[in-house]
């Protein structure tokens, strides 16, 4: 399931990627085009991050990436989506919601590492 989830993923950043290049170009200020990029960008980071991770117990049975997934999953769609929400003009105020986003996605990696702590030790 987490492989077919980072998968999805994958594919909705090129698509939003790509509807950011060509669909916004001529509608959007340079300000919602940055905010549109630096979404796109994050989103394909931690969609890579996220295949990464549903690779990670089919080679190391006993490691757990369960909670570091899920954790960068809503970091996911809290910082992607508010920052895509404002780049097609919606309220600003969901700006609020970014910083959640990416400590939400903070968070997630830090488990990943608190897990590869655990197996070491």
Same mark, same amino acid.
């Given at each position: 399931?987490?492989? @077919?989830?980072?998968?999805?993923?994958?594919?909705?950043?090129?698509?939003? $990627?790509?509807?950011?290049?060509?669909? *916004?170009?001529?509608?959007?200020?340079?300000?919602?085009?940055?905010?549109?990029?630096?979404?796109?960008?994050?989103?394909?980071?931690?969609?890579?991050?996220?295949?990464?991770?549903?690779?990670?117990?089919?080679?190391?049975?006993?490691? @757990?990436?369960?909670? @570091?997934?899920?954790?960068?999953?809503?970091?996911?769609?809290?910082?992607?989506? @508010?920052?895509?929400?404002?780049? *097609? $003009?919606?309220?600003?105020?969901?700006?609020?919601?970014?910083?959640?986003?990416?400590?939400?996605?903070?968070?997630?990696? *830090?488990?990943?590492?608190?897990?590869?702590?655990?197996?070491?030790?």
């Amino acid at each position: 399931m987490w492989i @077919s989830i980072s998968a999805i993923n994958l594919a909705l950043a090129v698509i939003l $990627g790509a509807f950011g290049a060509h669909g *916004l170009k001529t509608r959007a200020t340079e300000a919602q085009l940055t905010w549109w990029q630096t979404a796109t960008d994050y989103f394909f980071y931690h969609a890579i991050g996220l295949l990464i991770l549903a690779l990670i117990p089919k080679i190391i049975p006993n490691f @757990s990436t369960q909670f @570091s997934f899920i954790f960068i999953q809503f970091g996911i769609i809290l910082f992607c989506g @508010s920052l895509y929400l404002m780049a *097609l $003009g919606l309220p600003r105020g969901l700006g609020a919601i970014t910083p959640l986003g990416g400590a939400l996605m903070i968070i997630g990696w *830090l488990l990943l590492a608190w897990q590869a702590f655990k197996i070491q030790h």
